[in-house]
């Protein structure tokens, strides 16, 4: 799998894939603007990429951490479980998960787009019309 380092991602690779959700989704209050009128963080526009270039496919927890964060598990696992660090960066991205939810989703509490692969990390669903 060739995932998108998203750090070094092209800005303009991330607003065509908002907007690219955005009319798929056929949502007026998704991506770049929120129901509630807010934009996404930085953060939140990250994991979005990172989703939407690999759509219809999981990507792992620590796929994400890696490319959202910079946490390297490999480099800084001992460290990092030592400090219970690990923990904390999970929670940042099940925070950040469900506040991009609330932004993308109709429902956020019945996801259809932005989908938990239990026990392996997160998938954007590809968009299908309907009929």
Same mark, same amino acid.
Request: aromatic share 6%; glycine share 4%; net charge positive.
């Given at each position: 799998?060739?995932?998108?380092?998203? =750090?070094?991602?092209d800005p303009e690779l991330?607003?065509?894939?908002?907007?690219?959700?955005?009319?798929?989704?056929?949502?007026? =209050?998704?991506?770049?603007?929120?129901?509630? @009128?807010?934009?996404?963080?930085?953060?939140?526009?990250?994991?979005?990429?990172?989703? *939407?270039?690999?759509? @219809?496919?999981?990507?792992?927890?620590?796929?994400?951490?890696?490319?959202?964060? @910079? *946490?390297?598990?490999?480099?800084?696992?001992?460290?990092?479980?030592?400090?219970?660090?690990?923990?904390?960066?999970?929670?940042?991205?099940?925070?950040?998960?469900?506040?991009?939810?609330?932004?993308?989703?109709?429902?956020?509490?019945?996801?259809?787009?932005?989908?938990?692969?239990?026990?392996? @990390?997160?998938?954007?669903? =590809? *968009?299908?019309?309907?009929?």
């Amino acid at each position: 799998m060739n995932l998108v380092n998203i =750090r070094q991602a092209d800005p303009e690779l991330i607003e065509q894939s908002e907007t690219a959700l955005a009319q798929a989704l056929n949502a007026r =209050r998704a991506a770049v603007s929120a129901r509630d @009128g807010s934009s996404m963080t930085s953060t939140e526009r990250r994991l979005f990429t990172q989703l *939407y270039c690999q759509r @219809g496919r999981a990507v792992s927890t620590e796929q994400l951490l890696l490319d959202i964060w @910079g *946490y390297d598990s490999e480099k800084m696992r001992h460290k990092v479980d030592r400090l219970g660090l690990r923990t904390l960066f999970l929670a940042q991205l099940a925070a950040t998960v469900r506040n991009l939810r609330t932004k993308i989703e109709e429902s956020p509490d019945r996801p259809r787009y932005l989908l938990n692969v239990s026990g392996y @990390g997160y998938m954007l669903a =590809r *968009y299908q019309k309907v009929a």
